[in-house]
């Protein structure tokens, strides 16, 4: 015992010696220089831009590991402005996510930018340590004015996380040259997603098929962005126009107005479990229609285009619609120059009148490369058309609208 006693106190004396002290701290420092990030892992995301309202634009991305961030731009080229991020006089930082508001910006001025996130090794009340910045490419984006007559949208629907499909369609804007200035992503496009490494695994491809750091994208919501345990996170990755999934938004001097119709069966529905509440959202967007169709920015507009994912009108038997009810009596004498859908995985081109439609609709199709259909919107002067492209790049519609 009393062996065991002199050893225990000879133990503890070393541990507290000077000796041992410093290579305990040695050690403490090596694993410390291991956690630093290599500079090309700390972005998880590129950057990507999000609601491009008026003077304003937001820049996205996402990072592995905790960081300072900030974004430089300017005009001209030049990167002589930089933006943090504050609030209540604490600079927000040692996160993940970020999410950076640009305001004051002159609309018709191409802007150029880069996103830039130095780790955070430590951050304790007294003491703080960084490791490496990361920077991005840099990329450009232009405002539109009020008086912009031109532009080039894309529009995707129900890719359903099919990378295949979405290379194809890659492949045909860069073989067709396609110019264009946003894109929508019409629904079931990030679908039944059950954790936020997997939706962020989609949400690349979809930027990447967008080239979404130079031109603004709009996600707007399926019904199977409404399913899987992230389904209610997943509204974290956007910057949603007034903070919900539904608005209306400007693009020179035509309109958008953009519906989310929820789910496709009744909140009883068993496989819902009581969680849901969609009557009550699909009733909100009756007022917020009623006061959008009488907005200024509304009746000023030259054109107009309604976005949501379910159709609302057809021909064929729904055993579900209740939008069409809430919707439709608004809709009938609202001057929209077309509807666009999704949803069906197949495509359908009505007329107006045909299905008690009072605009023209058109569904695009599925995430099979056979089904799979890309719309483009565009606008000359008072001309406005609407093309419709299969993965192969032929035409499948072209409308005169």
């Known amino acids: 015992m009393k062996t065991r006693y002199w050893i225990g106190m000879v133990v ?13 701290t040695g050690a403490e420092e090596v694993k410390k220089e291991q956690t630093v990030t290599p500079v090309e892992q700390i972005f998880r995301t590129q950057p990507y831009l999000q609601r491009p309202i008026g003077d304003e634009i937001t820049i996205c991305w996402e990072t592995n590991v905790p960081v300072v961030a900030w974004v430089e731009y300017g005009k001209d080229g030049k990167l002589d402005q930089k933006k943090y991020l ?43 340590e960084f490791g490496n910045t990361a920077y991005s490419d840099v990329h450009t984006f232009t405002l539109p004015t009020k008086e912009t007559t031109d532009f080039t949208a894309l529009l995707f629907n129900d890719l359903h996380s099919q990378f295949k499909t979405m290379d194809l369609f890659a ?7 396609i110019a264009y200035d946003f894109v929508i992503f019409n629904g079931d496009c990030i679908d039944d997603v059950d954790e936020e490494a997997r939706a962020i695994e989609i949400l690349n491809h979809l930027n990447a098929l967008a080239d979404a750091s130079d031109k603004p994208c709009f996600f707007l919501r399926g019904n199977h962005e409404i399913r899987g345990a992230y389904s209610i996170e997943m509204r ?22 953009t519906l989310d119709c929820g789910e496709d069966k009744p909140d009883s529905t068993w496989v819902y479990y009581g969680l849901n509440d969609f009557e009550q959202f699909r009733k909100d967007q009756v007022d917020f229609l009623k006061e959008e169709l009488a907005s ?33 009596p608004l809709l009938q004498s609202a001057p929209f120059d077309v509807s666009l859908n999704a949803h069906w995985h197949h495509f359908t081109y009505y007329p107006a009148q045909e299905a008690g439609n009072p605009f023209p609709v058109v569904i695009g199709g599925g995430y099979k490369p056979e089904d799979a259909y890309m719309m483009v919107l565009r606008k000359q002067g008072e001309q406005l058309t609407l093309q419709v492209l299969a993965t192969d790049g032929s035409e499948k519609l072209k409308l005169e609208l």
């Not at 503890?12 to 305990?24: D, G, I, R, T, Y």
């Open 296 to 328: 200024e920015a509304f009746k000023s507009a030259q054109r107009h285009i309604l976005v949501h994912h379910i159709p609302i009108y057809s021909t064929r038997k729904v055993h579900y619609n209740p939008c069409f009810d809430l919707w439709n």
């Open 171 to 177: 492949d045909v804007i860069q073989k067709q040259g």
């Open 86 to 128: 504050y609030a209540d006089g604490q600079m927000i930082c040692n996160n993940t996510r970020h999410h950076f508001r640009l305001d004051g910006l002159e609309a018709g001025e191409t802007y150029s930018y880069r996103v830039c996130s130095r780790e955070i090794t430590l951050y304790q009340p007294y003491k703080k």
């Open 12 to 24: 503890a004396l070393w541990m507290l010696s000077p000796m041992c002290v410093s290579a305990q």
């Open 236 to 257: 974290q990755l956007f910057d949603y126009i007034d903070e919900t999934t539904y608005g209306a938004f400007s693009w020179g001097d035509t309109r958008f107005v």
